[in-house]
């Protein structure tokens, strides 16, 4: 079992920028990738940014040029810097994670595991 707690949401103007924290616990085994997820109310869940043990990203294409994820393995927490943000990125962000690398990351149905979700609210 993995445990996934978001934390660094909130209300931000657009323009701005906002980083999101993520800590796992748990069975957090060497093989465990991360990724941010984000869901408006009536739409799919999207998957915006994810990294795999070796470092490598892979990202939206709504979020590129625009947000970074980022890791720090020693603790096991999972960061999204998001800057340049507009009223689009508004939406419920989600940390998940997969117990091994994944060829779909973005797919929100290869994950393993969720977090309970953080609200991130951009205003025009």
């Known amino acids: 079992q993995i445990y996934l707690t978001e934390s660094g949401g909130g209300t931000v103007q657009a323009g701005g920028s906002l980083r999101l924290s993520c800590a796992a616990s748990?069975?957090?085994?060497?093989?465990?990738?991360l990724g941010w997820f984000r869901q408006v109310p009536g739409q799919e869940r999207e998957g915006v940014a994810y990294?795999?043990?070796?470092?490598?990203?892979t990202y939206g294409n709504s979020v590129k040029g625009r947000f970074t994820i980022s890791k720090d393995s020693a603790d096991d927490i999972v960061y999204l810097q998001m800057n340049n943000l507009t009223p689009e990125d508004t939406a419920m962000y989600y940390c998940?994670?997969?117990?091994?690398?994944?060829?779909?990351?973005?797919?929100?149905?290869?994950?393993?595991?969720w977090g309970k979700g953080i609200l991130v609210t951009v205003s025009s």
């Open positions: 990294i795999n043990t070796e470092g490598e990203t």
């Open positions: 748990g069975s957090v085994y060497d093989s465990v990738c």
């Open positions: 998940a994670a997969a117990l091994s690398d994944l060829h779909a990351p973005l797919d929100y149905n290869n994950m393993d595991y």
